[in-house]
């Protein structure tokens, strides 16, 4: 049975998109314990199916890692520290970004032996089901080139138990192919992983081609990777209005439309972010998944199944013995 702490409060559509993830949620997974934290009068429809803790405050979505931490009483840290006490195997929040990755690291530790914990999160390639796995997109303003090794190694570690790869192609995110181009971190990072033989080490790749479905992991620092991500999300959120707005030109698009509609709607799922369910922070001792602030009901609901495959997989004791061997 896994058991998964909830965070109902802080997203941008407050807890009612939370209730109904996870009412749809519970009626496709039964093999789930959920403790859902927050106001008790807004999580009522969930009394019987999931334990409740009741949680009047609410941490402010611009909150950092601080006022967070005084916050005791708010839904974040009664769920965080749930987590800790009872050794729950997963937590999924939608609340602050910063304050709940600073207040989760603080609160849980870091993995012996880990530098720095990265946020990743699969993105979608032109291959029909395949992801790549690509990290930090946030956690970090900066990092060294051992800390991106490390990396490296969570994310080969990652990609191998959620999606099965026996040998991830990992790349470094650059500003070019060759061996010499990128920052100084980078390029430092590229001959310690060069010399240290790191198996499936495949180079560097242009962020033009990182979701052509050829790597399996691209390791940035969090500042570069953050911006890929808003990037990513903005490219496909425009694309996506530029072809709806085509389609509506006159009537004989609006017919063109009906011959590519299911084809159109393949792509609208495999470019929509909401189908992944959320990032995770690996590095620290517990599955930690962030979903998106704004997330809808269908986005949490994924959040929630990202958190269960996490904790089935064992994810964290896979770089427990990652980094002690590495």
């Known amino acids: 049975m896994v058991k998964i702490v909830v965070d109902a409060m802080g997203g941008d559509n407050g807890s009612a998109i939370v209730v109904e993830a996870i009412n749809n949620f519970l009626k496709d997974y039964s093999d789930v314990e959920l403790t859902v934290v927050g ?18 405050d609410v941490v402010p979505m611009e909150a950092g890692a601080l006022e967070v931490m005084r ?37 849980l530790k870091m993995i012996p032996g880990v530098k720095r914990a990265a946020l990743v999160a699969p993105f979608p390639t032109s291959i029909k089901g395949k992801y790549v796995t690509i990290l930090d997109i946030g956690a970090n303003n900066e990092n060294s080139p051992e800390e991106l090794v490390q990396f490296a190694l969570m994310g080969k570690l990652y990609a191998q138990s959620i999606y099965g790869i026996e040998q991830p192609k990992t790349y470094l995110l650059s500003n070019g192919a060759e061996e010499g181009k990128g920052a100084p971190e980078v390029k430092e990072a590229y001959k310690l992983l060069k010399e240290s033989n790191f198996e499936g080490f495949s180079g560097n790749i242009e962020a033009r081609y990182a979701l052509n479905g050829d790597a399996d992991v691209v390791v940035a620092d969090g500042f570069t990777g953050n911006i890929f ?52 922070l690996l590095g620290i001792n517990g599955n930690v998944v962030k979903a998106h602030g704004s997330s809808d009901a269908r986005a949490f609901y994924h959040a929630l199944r990202v958190a269960k495959l996490l904790a089935e997989k064992d994810v964290v004791n896979a770089i427990k013995k990652g980094i002690e061997n590495a």
């Open 39 to 56: 106001k008790k009068e807004e999580l009522e429809s969930l009394e019987g199916k999931v334990r409740i803790l009741d949680a009047r």
């Open 71 to 107: 916050l005791k009483n708010s839904s974040m840290m009664v769920a965080i520290k749930t987590m800790k006490d009872e050794g729950l195997d997963a937590i999924v929040s939608c609340g602050s970004t910063g304050g709940f990755l600073s207040a989760a690291t603080i609160n």
């Open 229 to 280: 991500l808003k990037s990513s999300e903005g490219i496909a959120k425009m694309m996506s209005g530029m072809i709806k707005k085509a389609f509506k030109r006159n009537l004989w698009s609006k017919l063109g439309y009906l011959h590519v509609r299911k084809g159109m709607k393949e792509m609208a799922d495999t470019m929509d972010y909401k189908n992944t369910g959320g990032a995770m």
